[in-house]
């Protein structure tokens, strides 16, 4: 005869099995945006301390508010001036957006603070100073695209665009820009015009570095593809490339023909094989293919989940 109490002892097991893989699963989460937050920002200040302040570049959001104190009265340390600077803005943050977010945003301030107050490298001196920008750009846009991966920041503006757009619904973007327009033009102001445009090269090309390192690991092409062939196609996308096809309902305005238009998303590197394969079904195929910022579901990544 079976005991009354295994039913209940299996659940229990199970339940504590789950239980277990959550809270390793959570462990390795916390381990692994530590592990960026940390890299993310001893690159930025090997690009900060060993270009950016050499050269008196400055910067845009809470990184360019001190440099500019650093530059005005240089016994301050750099990370001690970010670190307090960030502090009301991690107050604000903490009422305002995900406190998960805070965590790690303050745990990445921390790391930006320390590194930038300890890590000064020695690079090989850079006497042409566009090349000079260019080159911290794309080291502190390495470290700040790292960062970003994570589900923190380095702490910064981000927080108070954030907070402007839930009270008062101004843009992100435009408050970001906003404020370090007018950082830099507070730059050029004190310290001249020169190093501000400078400044506006090295701004512009750490922002395209993070972009690339945000977004380039899920970089895709999207498709659509209107045929007389669309089953053909789409059975051909199927098997030889392996992508997913979706049909979507379309009607020509002229003819008021009915067709099924293809929908799907690629690589950039299987965007040749595709056309070969739709043109080479049918010559006579209209295809349009769009560039997609980030594509996140089965397959193709996940999103951040603050």
């Avoid at 390495?142 to 101004?170: M, P």
């Avoid at 730059?187 to 750490?206: D, M, N």
């Avoid at 010559?283 to 594509?295: G, H, I, R, S, Y």
Wanted: aromatic content about 12%.
């Amino acid at each position: 005869m079976k005991s009354s109490h295994s039913v209940p002892s299996r659940n229990s097991l199970i339940s504590n099995l789950k239980s277990q893989v959550f809270t390793l699963d959570k462990w390795k989460r916390l381990s692994f945006n530590l592990c960026l937050l940390s890299i993310g920002a001893c690159i930025f200040a090997a690009g900060l301390n060993g270009v950016l302040i050499p050269k008196q570049f400055l910067s845009g959001g809470v990184i360019g508010v001190a440099l500019i104190f650093h530059y005005l009265i240089p016994m301050f340390n750099i990370g001690l001036i970010y670190f307090c600077f960030n502090i009301p803005l991690i107050i604000i943050g903490w009422f305002c957006v995900s406190r998960r977010f805070i965590f790690y945003t303050t745990y990445g301030m921390i790391a930006y603070s320390l590194a930038a107050a300890f890590i000064v490298p020695r690079f090989p001196p850079i006497e042409n100073p566009l090349l000079a920008a260019v080159f911290a750009g794309i080291i502190c846009g390495l470290g700040g695209g790292i960062t970003l991966r994570s589900q923190g920041s380095g702490g910064g503006l981000d927080i108070l665009a954030v907070y402007l757009h839930k009270r008062l619904q101004l843009k992100m973007g435009w408050t970001s820009s906003l404020a370090n327009t007018l950082i830099l033009a507070v730059g050029a102001y004190l310290f001249g015009l020169e190093p501000a445009l400078y400044s506006f090269v090295f701004v512009y090309t750490s922002g395209r570095v993070v972009d690339a390192v945000i977004t380039g690991f899920n970089q895709r092409k999207s498709i659509m593809i209107i045929s007389d062939s669309s089953e053909v196609i789409a059975e051909q996308i199927l098997t030889e490339l392996g992508r997913g096809v979706t049909f979507l309902k379309g009607t020509g305005a002229y003819t008021g023909e009915h067709k099924e238009v293809i929908f799907s998303i690629i690589t950039l590197t299987e965007l040749a094989k595709m056309k070969e394969l739709v043109f080479d079904i049918d010559p006579e195929a209209f295809m349009v293919v769009n560039d997609t910022l980030e594509v996140f579901g089965k397959r193709h990544g996940s999103r951040r989940v603050y």
